[in-house]
């Protein structure tokens, strides 16, 4: 009796913990790479008289070949999948002009960077079909590469898997290399399932929502990228709605990491292998042999969401290579350490946080403008991430160790892998406003569109307490 009821809680215990067998088969070793990697065009606009650089961007419907010779129906930005690179630096003000040419409502969040709270583009900023969002704000906040996608309450999963997002570089002046298109490269690394005749297979799945058996490259299935100089700079965006990555050449190479999702780390950090999660972006610098063939690869990982071996793309270098300058020694001052007023917890469960899931009208955390605070994640389930608008955190520890050095710079989200503690020193803003929250959630999106998402607003110093915890409801798509 004993026995059996031990091996019944076993095998329950172990299905809760596997969450049934999502696992996907990788596809190491089944890819030619004979498809040119797509550099989405980029956008770089003059200021005007004014001052102001203005962008246009339109969300769209439109048709692309995922599957080469099997064009399927997908959305884009200014074009058929994906978006363009926007690119600014510290100092520049910035106006866009967003049209939703949808059928339905979305948005367009600008993940990573730090700005006004109506200007962030979640789902308190609905775009109803046909209309034009246009917000503006004067970029301040170091170099960085951040990255934009819409974030309607519920919905995102989909508006993003259908093709909605691009990258936003804040431009540096260090002497990495930064010739876009030729030795800085952007990778927006998306898993895909798809249909027999090509066409994007929506069906969520289970517990983690899409995880697919087939990767694009900024939309390019099975990509090579023809290498012309001694280093390139890969800018890593893990696109995906839910996929983790563990990174590195086939032949394990070592590189130096840069820069994470706020911006450049003090000095390269040699690594071989680096984990993104979605959402996070990690900058690379490669070196190449003149004639040599590399391939970059997902290793498996333990979890779900890490499962399957993926080769991603493949260099080719040419046969001659353009020198590239040394890596600098330093790139970025180090921080100096701050001292938390607070220390806030929040349990991850499985599809919640602190047991809550998210409410458009109720403000979950209130802090006071350009607060350093402590964020404990307490992750009580499988595999989460995590997600702060507006902030630039530092990860302190998982479950009381270090993170790799390569983790140690600037950061915007981090991976909670199942059943761990994550500390984060975070830095808030100082935009002020009471009654226009940001969010932070799981960025993996069907947890973040199940309601795995809090509400927070950054309040004026000495007013958190008459600061109210509720917003009238401005209905859904208002
Ligand atoms: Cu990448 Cu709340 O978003
Ligand atoms: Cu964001
Ligand atoms: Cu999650």
């Given at each position: 009796m004993r026995r059996r009821s031990f091996l019944i809680l076993t095998a329950f215990a172990a299905a809760l913990t596997l969450t049934?067998?999502?696992?996907?088969?990788?596809n190491a070793g089944a890819l030619a790479f004979t498809n040119p990697l797509h550099i989405p065009p980029v956008l770089d606009p003059a200021p005007g008289?004014?001052?102001?650089k203005r962008f246009g961007l339109r969300l769209q419907e439109g048709t692309a070949e995922l599957l080469p010779g099997k064009p399927a129906s997908t959305w884009g930005i200014n074009g058929d999948y994906l978006g363009p690179t926007l690119r600014a630096k510290r100092g520049d003000r910035v106006a866009m002009a967003v049209t939703n040419s949808l059928n339905e409502a979305s948005t367009l969040h600008w993940h990573g960077m730090r700005l006004p709270a109506a200007m962030d583009g979640g789902p308190h900023q609905m775009i109803q079909p046909g209309q034009t969002w246009s917000p503006e704000w004067i970029v301040d906040q170091p170099a960085a590469t951040t990255w934009y996608h819409p974030h309607?309450?519920?919905q995102t999963a989909r508006h993003v898997y259908r093709g909605l997002a691009?990258?936003?570089?804040?431009?540096?002046d260090v002497a990495l290399p930064r010739t876009y298109g030729t030795d800085d490269i952007p990778l927006i690394i998306q898993d895909k399932k798809f249909t027999p005749d090509g066409r994007l297979d929506e069906k969520s799945g289970g517990t983690f929502g899409i995880l697919g058996d087939q990767i694009l490259v900024n939309g390019t299935y099975a990509p090579f990228f023809q290498v012309t100089s001694q280093r390139v700079r890969f800018r890593v965006l893990n696109g995906s709605n839910a996929h983790v990555y563990n990174i590195g050449f086939t032949d394990d190479r070592t590189f130096h990491v840069v820069a994470g999702d706020g911006g450049l780390l003090e000095k390269p950090v040699a690594a071989q292998r680096f984990r993104i999660s979605p959402g996070e972006r990690v900058e690379i610098v490669a070196g190449f042999q003149p004639g040599e063939q590399a391939l970059l690869k997902s290793f498996e990982g333990d979890s779900d969401?890490?499962?399957?071996?993926?080769?991603?793309?493949?260099?080719?270098?040419?046969?001659?290579?353009t020198p590239s300058p040394e890596l600098p020694a330093k790139l970025a001052s180090p921080t100096p350490a701050s001292q938390p007023t607070k220390t806030r917890t929040f349990k991850l469960g499985g599809s919640n946080i602190n047991g809550r899931d998210m409410d458009m009208t109720r403000i979950d955390e209130v802090v006071a403008a350009g607060a350093h605070e402590i964020w404990e994640l307490n992750n009580t389930t499988f595999a989460h991430n995590f997600h702060i608008h507006e902030v630039a955190f530092r990860v302190l520890d998982i479950d009381?160790?270090?993170?790799?050095?390569y983790m140690r710079g600037p950061k915007d989200t981090v991976f909670v892998p199942g059943k761990t503690k994550v500390r984060l020193a975070v830095e808030f803003g100082r935009h002020t406003d009471p009654k226009t929250p940001y969010m932070y959630h799981c960025h993996i999106l069907k947890h973040e569109d199940q309601?795995?998402?809090?509400?927070?607003?950054?309040?004026k110093p000495g007013t958190e307490d008459s600061t109210s915890r509720t917003l009238p409801m401005t209905g859904h798509g208002h």
């Amino acid at each position: 009796m004993r026995r059996r009821s031990f091996l019944i809680l076993t095998a329950f215990a172990a299905a809760l913990t596997l969450t049934g067998c999502e696992g996907v088969q990788g596809n190491a070793g089944a890819l030619a790479f004979t498809n040119p990697l797509h550099i989405p065009p980029v956008l770089d606009p003059a200021p005007g008289p004014d001052g102001v650089k203005r962008f246009g961007l339109r969300l769209q419907e439109g048709t692309a070949e995922l599957l080469p010779g099997k064009p399927a129906s997908t959305w884009g930005i200014n074009g058929d999948y994906l978006g363009p690179t926007l690119r600014a630096k510290r100092g520049d003000r910035v106006a866009m002009a967003v049209t939703n040419s949808l059928n339905e409502a979305s948005t367009l969040h600008w993940h990573g960077m730090r700005l006004p709270a109506a200007m962030d583009g979640g789902p308190h900023q609905m775009i109803q079909p046909g209309q034009t969002w246009s917000p503006e704000w004067i970029v301040d906040q170091p170099a960085a590469t951040t990255w934009y996608h819409p974030h309607p309450h519920g919905q995102t999963a989909r508006h993003v898997y259908r093709g909605l997002a691009g990258m936003f570089l804040i431009d540096d002046d260090v002497a990495l290399p930064r010739t876009y298109g030729t030795d800085d490269i952007p990778l927006i690394i998306q898993d895909k399932k798809f249909t027999p005749d090509g066409r994007l297979d929506e069906k969520s799945g289970g517990t983690f929502g899409i995880l697919g058996d087939q990767i694009l490259v900024n939309g390019t299935y099975a990509p090579f990228f023809q290498v012309t100089s001694q280093r390139v700079r890969f800018r890593v965006l893990n696109g995906s709605n839910a996929h983790v990555y563990n990174i590195g050449f086939t032949d394990d190479r070592t590189f130096h990491v840069v820069a994470g999702d706020g911006g450049l780390l003090e000095k390269p950090v040699a690594a071989q292998r680096f984990r993104i999660s979605p959402g996070e972006r990690v900058e690379i610098v490669a070196g190449f042999q003149p004639g040599e063939q590399a391939l970059l690869k997902s290793f498996e990982g333990d979890s779900d969401v890490e499962s399957g071996d993926f080769d991603l793309i493949k260099f080719t270098a040419a046969g001659q290579l353009t020198p590239s300058p040394e890596l600098p020694a330093k790139l970025a001052s180090p921080t100096p350490a701050s001292q938390p007023t607070k220390t806030r917890t929040f349990k991850l469960g499985g599809s919640n946080i602190n047991g809550r899931d998210m409410d458009m009208t109720r403000i979950d955390e209130v802090v006071a403008a350009g607060a350093h605070e402590i964020w404990e994640l307490n992750n009580t389930t499988f595999a989460h991430n995590f997600h702060i608008h507006e902030v630039a955190f530092r990860v302190l520890d998982i479950d009381g160790e270090a993170p790799p050095e390569y983790m140690r710079g600037p950061k915007d989200t981090v991976f909670v892998p199942g059943k761990t503690k994550v500390r984060l020193a975070v830095e808030f803003g100082r935009h002020t406003d009471p009654k226009t929250p940001y969010m932070y959630h799981c960025h993996i999106l069907k947890h973040e569109d199940q309601g795995m998402m809090g509400q927070f607003v950054i309040v004026k110093p000495g007013t958190e307490d008459s600061t109210s915890r509720t917003l009238p409801m401005t209905g859904h798509g208002h």
